[in-house]
């Protein structure tokens, strides 16, 4: 399945597949994106199905805005075993 990104409400809903094969468009994505705003919401509810290189995109992400003195959210995250996968990569905290 491809991967789609919609922005609503000041969202990015990211919807498909995260993994090796749609990394460099998504990466160019959210470079530009990070270059013209101060934060970046994302929302993962919609993603079908997330590999490790998809988390350590997230996770460099997420600290290439917080080099950047950006704000970066993951938004409305229910799923415990991404949480967790998040968590090795020093993204949560809690």
């Not at 990015?12 to 995260?18: A, D, K």
């Not at 919609?46 to 350590?56: N, S, Y």
């Amino acid at each position: 399945m491809a991967l789609t990104i919609k922005k609503e409400f000041g969202i990015y809903e990211v919807n498909g597949e995260l993994n090796a094969q749609n990394m460099n468009s998504l990466r160019s994505y959210f470079e530009t994106i990070m270059e013209h705003s101060a934060y970046i919401k994302l929302s993962l509810n919609k993603i079908i199905g997330l590999d490790m290189t998809g988390v350590k995109f997230i996770s460099s992400l997420y600290k290439k805005a917080v080099k950047k003195n950006k704000v970066f959210f993951i938004v409305d995250l229910y799923d415990k075993e991404i949480v967790q996968l998040f968590k090795k990569e020093n993204i949560f905290t809690y």
